[in-house]
């Protein structure tokens, strides 16, 4: 063979491989460089280079959309739907991985250009803005060509001949993908956010507990540092004003909160000279020291702020004379009026006043002449002696309602408040525990088995007799009185498995020891909305609360509940301090109860009843 032949042959082989290379990337698109048009998984791509992806991905829904958020981190827990909800367009988060002042004045330039509906814009600094220049990382983190200014030549090439690697963890990620995020897909498309659905059903309980789980997250600085990129900063947020002012778009300046752990590393001093150079150029609002500093459970980490923090922020911004929140938190500053950090200091410290409530949880099942042993049953004498020794002990009942409109609204709970619950919905809690709430104005919840309501002989349609449940005429009188409210135990998701004619039997509304997710939401799901119409078939509002059957339940249980507009469940687990914090629905998820029972003596109830967390 000649030399020219074999160079030619060489030269083929190599040029095969650039182009089997290059139609590889071009089909699997991990970054969806070329439309993701073969292997189509837009939360992968948004979360391997949001900045690259999110500006491809609305391209072509821009009439889809009329306003936009701008930042990085900082700006990932604001909402669409929220802002949505206050301004009455139609956002999409623009939030990009790293810091970069210069590449939110391009994104906003080239937004403004190309979509001549913008009506709002609402940028999102957090201290990184100001501490950072523009970030040179990796040419694969760039941006989109028509934002970034790069050639198209240039950006299809980089991204053509891209390690395979890239692609190949795309396809091996595609065959372990599940209905929950996992690393390789934490965006949601829809709305450009990090999809927080594990993370927002976490419980939350006291400071102390959730430090023990997070405190590595909130690493201490163990010196102050300068503000290094000030300037550059305020001159872009200063460019991105005028652009909106010249397009006749309203800017919204928001300064995030931030947590003490990264507070931690600047001084006063240098906080306000970044104040005092954002107040040069723009109003703002700033929530980067309040009372919720100086609370990790406010944040997910370090550097990233909870969902229901940023709703909290978005209330104060668009409903200031709503009295929710303390007036000290968030303070609007006007162009050329800074507020100094020690002035936020102060304000933080005097609305900084307590927004913890522990609240124990009693819990019931059925009301018996003569209980014997039986763990789950109780005397009718014994239950009163109990309502009454709650009271004598300084204890005050609550409804959950008001758990709720305590985290939602800082609505205040009464000294020492105690929830009582009643579990599977027997006739009994009408018959024998009924009159004694009424007697002593006690507000309960009782926990229904829906299958079960109005059942007085027979388990489900079988022949096997079982405990009488309430019904329609006890419904109304609970309903006429407002001192009772009946919640969910789930449909049919505590089944007694000698009764049951089919296996596997589902006596908790757990999985499946197989069951594979999108098996098991969809049997949760019908299991809810088999709820629900029973709930309307007996007059009841939809349910929003449920107690769990035995206590189980998985992460997966609590995201399906969350999106099905459930705000509380309850557990069996006595030794959980119920620490209810405002502004965070999570610290209502899976609260711990004590099991009432014929063996339970009053100082044990009084010694539980006692604990506190915060």
Not at 43 to 52: A, D, E, G, H, I
Not at 95 to 116: N, V
Not at 204 to 224: R, V
Not at 300 to 309: A, L
């Amino acid at each position: 063979m000649s030399g020219k032949r074999w160079l030619g042959m060489v030269l083929a082989a190599l040029l095969l491989v650039f182009v089997v290379w290059a139609l590889f990337n071009d089909a699997v698109d991990p970054f969806k460089a070329f439309g993701d048009r073969v292997v189509p998984w837009d939360s992968y791509s948004l979360t391997l280079n949001p900045r690259n992806s999110k500006a491809v991905y609305i391209s072509d829904k821009l009439d889809e959309f009329d306003a936009y958020v701008i930042g990085s981190s900082s700006a990932a827990s604001f909402l669409p739907e929220v802002l949505d909800a206050y301004t009455g367009h139609h956002y999409y988060n623009m939030f990009h991985y790293g810091a970069d002042s210069a590449y939110d004045l391009r994104l906003a330039a080239w937004l403004l250009e190309q979509d001549p509906d913008v009506k709002q814009l609402c940028l999102v600094l957090g201290l990184n803005e100001a501490n950072l220049p523009e970030t040179k990382s990796d040419a694969l983190d760039s941006g989109w060509y028509p934002v970034s200014g790069e050639s198209r030549a240039s950006y299809w090439a980089k991204f053509l001949f891209a390690s395979p690697h890239y692609s190949m963890e795309k396809l091996s990620s595609l065959r372990q993908d599940t209905l929950l995020p996992q690393a390789f897909d934490v965006f949601v498309p829809e709305d450009g956010t990090y999809d927080k659905r594990v993370r927002d059903v976490e419980p939350i309980g006291s400071l102390e507990d959730y430090l023990a789980l997070h405190g590595g997250d909130f690493p201490t600085a163990e010196s102050a540092e300068a503000l290094t990129n000030i300037s550059p900063c305020a001159e872009a947020v200063g460019q991105i004003r005028a652009l909106c002012a010249e397009k006749g778009v309203e800017l919204l300046v928001v300064l995030a909160p931030v947590s003490e752990s990264q507070l931690s590393g600047y001084t006063d001093e240098t906080l306000n000279e970044y104040y005092t150079a954002l107040s040069q150029v723009t109003d703002y609002w700033n929530f980067q020291i309040t009372p919720l500093t100086f609370d990790a459970r406010y944040f997910y980490d370090d550097s990233h702020t909870r969902n229901d923090t940023i709703r909290m922020v978005l209330d104060r911004v668009f409903a200031p004379d709503d009295e929710k929140w303390p007036a000290g938190f968030g303070v609007y500053c006007q162009q050329g009026s800074p507020v100094s950090a020690e002035t936020l200091r102060t304000l933080a410290a005097e609305a900084g006043g307590k927004h913890t409530e522990t609240v124990p949880i009693l819990m019931y099942h059925h009301f018996v002449a003569d209980p014997g042993g039986e763990s789950t049953l109780l005397s009718t004498e014994a239950f009163a002696h109990q309502m009454r020794l709650l009271l004598e002990a300084g204890y005050h009942p609550v409804a959950v309602q008001d758990l709720i409109d305590y985290v939602d609204r800082g609505t205040p709970l009464p000294e020492r408040p105690v929830l009582i619950t009643m579990d599977d919905g027997y006739l009994s809690n009408y018959t024998e525990a009924y009159p004694v709430l009424r007697e002593l104005h006690i507000p309960a919840t009782i926990f229904a088995i829906g299958c079960s309501i109005g059942h007085e002989k027979y388990y489900k349609d079988t022949e096997f007799t079982l405990t009488p449940h309430f019904g329609q005429a006890e419904i109304q009188e609970f309903l006429r009185d407002g001192l009772v409210s009946v919640q969910s135990h789930t449909y049919d998701m505590h089944q007694e498995e000698a009764y049951e004619s089919h296996s596997p039997v589902r006596s908790s509304i757990v999985p499946f020891e197989e069951e594979s997710q999108e098996d098991y939401a969809a049997a949760l799901r019908a299991d809810i909305q088999q709820q629900n119409e029973v709930f309307q078939r007996f007059g009841l509002p939809a349910p929003n609360v449920l107690a769990f059957p035995r206590g189980y339940h998985e992460t997966i249980t609590d995201v399906i509940l969350k999106e099905a507009g459930y705000r509380c469940t309850l557990t069996t687990d006595e030794s959980r301090v119920n620490t209810i914090v405002q502004g965070l629905p999570q610290s209502l998820i899976d609260l711990g109860r004590i099991n009432v029972g014929p063996e339970t003596t009053d100082e044990q109830i009084l010694a539980y009843l006692s604990r506190t967390a915060d």
